[in-house]
């Protein structure tokens, strides 16, 4: 284990243990992004604040594992078996974890924004405090599963196994199951892509003078994100992605249309008064 702390350790160092048995293995803090790790094996391997940027985990075998703060954005696990994992604190932004085992895991304070969670087992886990945003939540849970403090957009549906069998619940009905539990929880609705709008806020700018706006709008199931910029159009952002990454720390809120309207209104004017 030392020997492999010390590889991942050299600069631009790529992981390629795909299949290998890592069980038990402390790799804490270590910077693997990118890496190769399908089929592997990392059985109650302690992984706090490990860096999975990118990895492609499929199928690997994470049950028990501590992965308390790790990085698992854009991570690819599907298939991958979670069980009894600990991803408390961890940042799973724009992972897939399609056909994902995670049954008994914890996923305490979890980002999960623009994850994609399809087939995915969540019987007996704990999301309290988890966010979501645009997520696909096509999952698996019981009763047991805890959403206490879950927060943002979903697309359904969603599973619910119980005692008298599994029933399946989308819209109202996904929202009523989750917020009655504790959640705070919208569902997106599928027909009617949304467009959402953003006001960039923080010391000085308030919500209703932001520095900026920006929108998310849904095509053909593909998010497309825009800011109205200084050429008075809407144009192309990273802005959104990078925030859901943890790399920009600029605060922003969601808004209304009308609250959006005004301020492209406000700006439009404000620039057509320059000479």
């Known amino acids: 284990m030392a020997a492999l702390r010390e590889w991942v350790g050299q600069p631009d160092s790529l ?6 048995d890592l069980t038990a293995a402390d790799l804490s803090g270590a910077d693997v992004g990118g890496g190769m790790l399908t089929g592997t094996t990392l059985r109650d391997a302690v992984l706090v604040g490990t860096d999975f940027y990118r990895c492609h985990m499929e199928g690997a075998v994470l049950d028990g594992a501590d992965l308390t703060g790790a990085w698992l954005a854009k991570a690819v696990l599907d298939d991958a078996s979670l069980r009894g994992a600990k991803l408390d604190g961890a940042n799973l932004g724009s992972a897939e974890l ?14 999960l924004d623009c994850a994609t969670l399809l087939g995915t087992l969540l019987q007996g886990a704990d999301l309290s405090g988890a966010s979501l945003r645009e ?15 879950l927060s943002g957009t979903v697309f359904g549906p969603m599973v619910v196994e119980g005692a008298g069998g599994r029933g399946e619940l989308d819209g109202r009905a996904l929202e009523l199951w989750l917020n009655g539990r504790g959640a705070d929880v919208r569902v997106i609705d599928p027909a009617a892509p949304p467009v959402t709008y953003y006001a960039k806020t923080g ?8 520095r ?9 199931g593909v998010a497309y994100d825009e800011a109205f ?5 809407w144009e192309p952002t990273e802005y959104l992605r990078l925030h859901e990454l943890g ?26 008064e320059r000479p």
Request: charged share 30%.
């Open 15 to 20: 992981l390629e243990v795909a299949g290998l």
């Open 98 to 111: 399609s056909e994902a085992d995670a049954r008994g895991a914890s996923l305490r304070g979890a980002r």
């Open 135 to 149: 997520t696909s939540f096509t999952v698996v849970v019981d009763e047991h599963t805890v959403v206490q403090e």
């Open 203 to 210: 010391d000085g700018y308030p919500r209703s003078g932001p």
């Open 212 to 220: 900026g706006i920006v929108r998310r709008r849904f095509l053909g």
């Open 229 to 233: 910029t200084r050429n008075v159009r």
């Open 247 to 272: 790399h920009n720390e600029i605060d922003h809120v969601e808004i209304t249309e009308a609250e959006a309207d005004a301020f492209v209104a406000a700006v439009t004017a404000k620039l057509r």
